[in-house]
């Protein structure tokens, strides 16, 4: 099957599509490859209204809604027509995360997927986590099956985007949940001077740890929490962004080099109870150097960097294998990973 995975990042850094294909061989074996990939950034107007989501009326929610998944129809139609491809047998589309409070049996992601289907005329599959969340779960992370399957090979799959998060087996089954925020704490302390982001943490790398900061954060109760546990914008803004904002007086290299180092080891608070593998990498935060020697220096694990186009769209690729197992009729969630009482076929399927 070729299926198109679209995925909109805690990040805000863009619409990302790409063009999978899917077979299995005479043994059972996933094949998978990326056919054409693109990002396309978000309209100043749209994005405004996303990183401004909470704030807004329940109507003009509803309308956000149905305006997303109209962004994602006319993007989806733009690649397709940009790199000259034909239609794919179906569309799996994560959507954008506005509300994630699991405790309280609710994830909503937004993205109409009855707008993405009637525009693009090609079949979508939409909602993939709120199954997960009613029987339990904590409806996140949705990949680890794909490093499962996909990603076999390697002891951890390690996704350095907004938030870090993490998926390994441990004694047979699948382990996987949030670790840290990475880039979304990266980016807010990069803007106090006006940037974007950290580019290829050059600011950071001059930076000295700032050790009160250091340990504040160190100390937050989510870290002493055992998995599944999940981070949404929610807890950023009242446990996280707090503690780092009482050192807005300080050098911003120094706050980001200390957010570098707590990254690192809250990643080897987990890889060091396992014995030595290979740690694979993927997630924006795989191009940033600093980061990664912050991570290389503070684990025993070899570190593998994929190709760009697998970083950039590594979580692309598998909710379009998430999108290929629920029309198998096989399962796409967890509960091993997500706390659920069951496994379950996460998504709802929208066609004319």
Same mark, same amino acid.
Request: charged share 20%; glycine share 10%.
């Given at each position: 099957m070729?299926?198109?995975?679209v995925?909109?990042g805690?990040s805000?850094?863009?619409?990302d599509?790409a ?23 978000f309209?100043?107007s749209l994005k405004?209204?996303l990183?401004?989501l909470?704030?807004?009326s ?15 129809g006319?993007m989806? *139609?733009k690649f397709?027509? !940009?790199n000259?491809? /034909?239609l794919?047998d179906? $569309?799996? =589309?994560?959507?954008?995360?506005t ?6 049996g ?5 993205g109409?997927?009855d ?9 979508s599959?939409?909602?993939?986590r709120?199954m997960?969340v ?6 996140a992370?949705?990949?680890p ?7 076999s090979e390697?002891d951890?799959?390690l996704?350095l985007?907004?938030?870090?998060n993490i998926s390994?087996?441990e004694?047979?089954k ?8 990475v880039?979304?704490?990266l980016?807010?302390?990069?803007s106090?001077e006006?940037? *974007?982001m950290?580019?290829d !943490?050059?600011?950071g /790398?001059?930076?000295?740890i $700032?050790p =009160?900061?250091?340990?504040?954060l160190?100390r ?16 950023l803004n009242e446990?996280f962004i707090?503690?780092?904002d009482q050192?807005?007086k300080?050098s ?5 080099s ?9 990643v080897h608070?987990i890889t060091k109870e396992?014995p030595k593998?290979?740690?694979f990498?993927t ?6 150097n600093c980061?990664?020697e912050k991570?290389?220096n503070s ?5 593998h960097i ?8 590594k ?5 379009a294998?998430?999108g290929f197992l ?5 399962v796409?969630c967890?509960a ?5 009482r069951?496994?379950s ?7 004319i």
């Amino acid at each position: 099957m070729k299926i198109l995975g679209v995925m909109s990042g805690s990040s805000l850094d863009g619409l990302d599509i790409a063009l999978c294909t899917f077979q299995q061989d005479n043994k059972g074996k996933f094949i998978y490859s990326i056919e054409a990939s693109q990002t396309y950034p978000f309209p100043s107007s749209l994005k405004s209204q996303l990183e401004k989501l909470k704030f807004l009326s329940a109507e003009n929610f509803v309308k956000l809604d149905t305006d997303f998944g109209i962004f994602i129809g006319n993007m989806i *139609n733009k690649f397709l027509k !940009g790199n000259n491809l /034909s239609l794919p047998d179906l $569309i799996a =589309s994560h959507g954008h995360t506005t509300f994630h409070n699991p405790q309280y049996g609710y994830s909503k992601q937004i993205g109409n997927g009855d707008h993405i289907t009637a525009i693009t005329d090609i079949p979508s599959i939409t909602n993939f986590r709120s199954m997960d969340v009613a029987l339990g779960g904590e409806g996140a992370p949705l990949v680890p099956i794909g490093d499962q399957i996909l990603f076999s090979e390697y002891d951890f799959c390690l996704n350095l985007g907004g938030y870090g998060n993490i998926s390994f087996e441990e004694k047979g089954k699948r382990k996987a949940f949030d670790i840290c925020p990475v880039n979304k704490a990266l980016n807010y302390v990069a803007s106090w001077e006006g940037l *974007n982001m950290d580019e290829d !943490g050059k600011i950071g /790398s001059t930076g000295k740890i $700032i050790p =009160s900061l250091y340990e504040q954060l160190n100390r937050l109760e989510f870290y002493s929490r055992k998995g599944p546990k999940s981070l949404a914008d929610s807890w950023l803004n009242e446990k996280f962004i707090p503690i780092i904002d009482q050192y807005k007086k300080k050098s911003i290299s120094d706050v980001l080099s200390t957010l570098y180092e707590h990254i690192a080891f809250q990643v080897h608070q987990i890889t060091k109870e396992y014995p030595k593998g290979k740690i694979f990498i993927t997630g924006g935060g795989a191009f940033n150097n600093c980061l990664i020697e912050k991570i290389q220096n503070s684990t025993l694990h070899n570190v593998h960097i994929p190709s760009e186009e697998i970083i950039e769209f590594k979580e692309s690729l598998i909710f379009a294998f998430l999108g290929f197992l629920k029309v198998k009729g096989e399962v796409n969630c967890l509960a091993s990973v997500t706390g659920a009482r069951k496994n379950s076929i996460g998504g709802t399927l929208h066609e004319i």
